[in-house]
Structure formats: C-alpha cells, structure tokens
C-alpha cells in the first residue's frame, strides 16, 4: 500500500542527530516539568522529592529500553504502531498506534494550547483578572504550533535545538547554583522516604503518579525515516536526551529541595510557581526571568513535538492503508504531513475550548493533562510486550546480555506499566478526573470497532508487515 508518489514522501534521510534529539527533549519539556509539574510531585512527595525524580526516571529508563531496541531494526513513521505491528500483528500495531494518537491529540490540546497560558497566569497572576487572555494565548500558540510543523521537520527541530541548548543550559546552572547555595543544607536524607514517613506505598504511587514526566523522549522514533541513519541515530538520540533532559530534572528536584528546605517543602507545593520563586530569591531577577521565558518556550516546543509525533503517526498508518488514504499527503515542497497538521490543530482548538468552558483555565489543563496519562501508557505497554516476541521471532537471544535487554527489562517494564494503569483507575477518581478512564474506555471500543470496518473496506489490509526503511546491513547489535 506504500507510493512512490511526490505527494506521499516525508523528507527520507534528511535530518542529522544533533537536530533529531532535540524532538526527545522537546517532547520531554524538563523546563516545563521543573517550571509547572514539580509542585505536584512534592504535593505528594514532599522532602523525598528527589528520591522520586530518581524512581520516576529509573521507570522512564526501563520502558525505554524497548524502544532503544526496536530502533535497531525498525524504522518507521508510524512509531508504536511499526514497532508493535511488526514484533506481533497489525493489529496490534494498530492498538498501539491509535493509543498513542490518542495521547498526542488530547496532549496537543494540554501542553500544546493550554499550558502557556495555565503558566503565564502563575507567574503573573494579575493577568487571569484580564478576560479572555488565555484565548489570546491559546490562539498565538495554535497558530505558531501549526505554521512551524507545517513548514518541514529542519526547521522546527532547528528551533527546538536552539531553544533547547539555551533551556538545559539554564537548568544545569540553575541546579547547580542552588546547591553550592545550599552548602551544609545538602543532604542525602532527601534520596530516602524519611519526609513521607518511610510509606513506601505513598513512594511508590508517588513514583508511578510522575513517571509520564519523563515518558515523551520515547516520540523520537517517529522521525525515524527522516532521520539520517536511523538504526544509529535514534537509538544516540535516546541517551543523549538522559543528559541534556532528564538529569537537570532530577538535579533540579534536588536543588529546589534542599534550597527550600525538605521539611518545607508541603508549603513548595502550594505556591503558584515555586521554581521562578527559588531563583528570583537565591539567583536574582535576570537569572529568573530568563528561566521564565525558557520555561515559556518549553510549553511552545512541547506542542511542536507532540504535533510531529503525532502527525507522523497518523501518516505511517493512513499510507499502509489504516486509516484514510486522504491522510498520506504529504506538501510537495516542505514535505510534512500538512493535512493532518491542519486538521489536529482544529481538533486541539475545539477541545482546549470545551475542557476551558467546562472546567476552567487551570483545571481544563490538568484534566487534560491527565487524560494523556493512560493512552500513552498502554503504548509503551504494547511495545514492551512486543520486544520480547520480536526477539524470538528472529532468534536474537543468543546471549545473557540480550536476554536481560530484550525479554527481562521489557517484562518488568510491562509489570510496572500495567500497575500504573490500575493505580490510574482503581480506585476511580474523582469528578472530573473520572474522564480518564472513562474516554480510555471509550476510545478502545472506537478502535475495536474500526477494525472490522476497515477489513470489510480493504481485505487483507491487517496481513504482512508495516513498512520498514532500515536494511539488514544497517543491523548493529
């Protein structure tokens, strides 16, 4: 079902390392993360705040292996649905795929749309009393998100790389700033859960409720086929992101703990934007700002990731001929997916709207926000099952090494997933957070029912392989 037309090709083989990690560390957003999300992982951790980043990572660290794996033999725009559609059947692949738009569409409309605004308002609290601000906010973020994506892959990831150097810089010397600050404050104590009572359930469920911090670098692999080399480039770009993202999370989580006070830190989580706080107090007024204005950007370049991620997926499915072939356009001269673009765009617009106008700026993004949770979850889910049947399939257990890799890291990966998900939905929660679970549900009957429609309208679509651009050649184990 693939064609060779014009019209159909993203720009094959094209973008370089240096530009493609970026879109890990876009998606991943550590300065929004540290700006915005880290109050809520000390809402629950409190002085063991560290202690968590630590176990939110080392989750993060696991559910990627597979992903790092896959992309060694497998190159494909679909993402989830190539990996997981080839290791056991399309239709598997399908549930992936889907599961993981699902995620990039409500995500879109959270950290896309909405996050910009929901920030802006903590740091400058004075602008929600200006009505209708957010909607300002909201429509530039819109209509920069979409040009950009629109007008090919080079030149956003340029942007997100740039922007992105300068964010993990400010990260790295803010952390550190801090902690020589700190001087006889620093304390290992915050790597142990002595300020949640050593309960380690509440540890546990703190880890798995922040785990998702971390999981958007895993959206590298839908750039796959534009990237140069992929099977060495995708799997570079999945551990460069753990230096220049990941780390200045859990140096930050630490630097804010210890700063603050770990005893304190049940007050942290109850101010509006306690990272902009820390550094106008310890690092002054310049320092701060700019943190500002990087973490600004951060909510930009996340929607820039999640609209490449997302809009790759759909394109590798809708030209296997999963989804409408109407899809599989490509525009002749910046080759992106420009139809799925324009219509993800309208669709992130409306839904900002309704969750707004029923629930408000602030909690119309963090039920989104939530929403995302469970989708992206039962993704990573799929390919962590699929590893270990890959690996059999092609008979790639010839040592111990690969049997911890490729069979024991993605099983307890999968145990973990899997519990997190229960922990999402048991016990249900409240009003309006119960929509997680309930359009989890909803959306798995969607896609259970567009199975057999799409069999009767194309017969045999759901046989062979997804597509794959990278060669045998190319395999380095």
Partial sequence: MQSNSASQELAKSSVPLRLVVFQSFANMAPGAVVGVFLTGMAGLALGSMPLVAIGAFAIFFFALNANYQFSKRIANAGGYYGYVGTAINKYAGYYAGMFYVANGIMGGAAFGFLQFAVFAYFLFPSLSAIPYLWLLFMSADAVFITAITYRGIRLNLLYMTITGVAESAVLYIGALALIAIAGPHNTLSVFT?????????????AIIANFTSFIGAGSVITLAE??????????????????????????????????????????????????????????????????????????????????????????????EGLLPKYLSYTHPRFKTPARIIIIMAVIDYALALIFVKAFGVFEGFFVLAVIVAIPVMIAHLLTNVGLPV?????????????????????????????????????????????????IAVLWLIIVTVMIPVINRLHPGIFKGKPSNVIEKEEIND
């Fill in 226 to 319: 534009e990237a140069k080399k992929p099977a060495i480039t995708i799997r570079k770009a999945l551990i460069y992101v753990i230096f220049i993202g990941a780390v200045p999370i859990i140096l930050s989580s630490y630097a804010f703990t210890v700063i603050y006070g770990p005893l304190n830190m049940g007050t942290f989580a109850t101010l509006p934007d306690p990272g902009f706080l820390i550094y106008l107090g310890h690092l002054g007024p310049i320092f701060a700002y700019l943190f500002a204005i990087l973490v600004l950007n951060s909510c930009l370049s996340v929607g820039v990731a999640i609209f490449n991620a997302t809009s790759r997926t759909l394109w590798g499915m809708a030209r």
């Fill in 390 to 438: 890959l690996s059999v399939k092609e008979k790639i257990l010839r040592n111990k090494w690969r049997i911890i890799t490729n069979v024991l890291v993605p099983v307890l990966a999968v145990i973990i997933v899997a519990f997190a998900i229960g922990v999402a939905v048991h016990p249900l929660p409240p009003w309006p957070y119960l929509l997680a679970p309930i």
């Fill in 193 to 205: 859960p002595t300020y949640i009572g050593n309960n380690y359930s509440l540890l546990f469920l």
